[in-house]
């Protein structure tokens, strides 16, 4: 008994890191301006900039108006003010995952835990 019990404790461990690593990455890629821009657009997906000073601003709409780049930041979502973003002031910009990518990302962990767990339930009924 004491065996189906550490097979146990294993597979429920295994299942609590692969959880918590599906879980951490909700901004994806390494975006251009215009790329961001477009996905912004077409998608409704969220911005994350880096700068150059490792700050990270979220925005929730971005724009070029006037041949200047500007964005919404998420905290102000509720007001019309756009701020403007300096290009040269960007070391990273990355796009909010999109649902579709989040749910092949759920299948395929969902598929890797039945081998998991599947795996060790055979053995310990072979045993």
């Given amino acids: 008994m004491t065996s189906s019990k550490s097979y146990f404790r294993i597979i429920i461990k295994t299942l609590l890191v692969v959880f918590f690593l599906g879980g951490c990455a909700t901004y994806q890629g390494s975006y251009t301006l215009?790329?961001?821009?477009?996905?912004?657009?077409?998608?409704?997906?969220?911005?994350?900039?880096?700068?150059?000073?490792?700050d990270k601003i979220e925005y929730q709409k971005i724009d070029m108006r006037d041949g200047e780049w500007v964005g919404q930041k998420v905290q102000n979502a509720g007001r019309s003010g756009f701020e403007p973003i300096s290009p040269e002031a960007i070391?990273?910009?990355?796009?909010?995952?999109?649902?579709?990518?989040?749910?092949?990302e759920g299948g395929s962990v969902l598929a890797i835990l039945g081998v998991i767990v599947l795996i060790p339930l055979l053995i310990a009924a072979a045993i």
């Fill in 34 to 54: 215009p790329e961001a821009l477009q996905a912004n657009r077409d998608k409704n997906r969220k911005v994350m900039i880096t700068t150059v000073d490792n």
């Fill in 91 to 104: 070391s990273k910009i990355e796009v909010e995952r999109s649902t579709q990518t989040a749910a092949n």
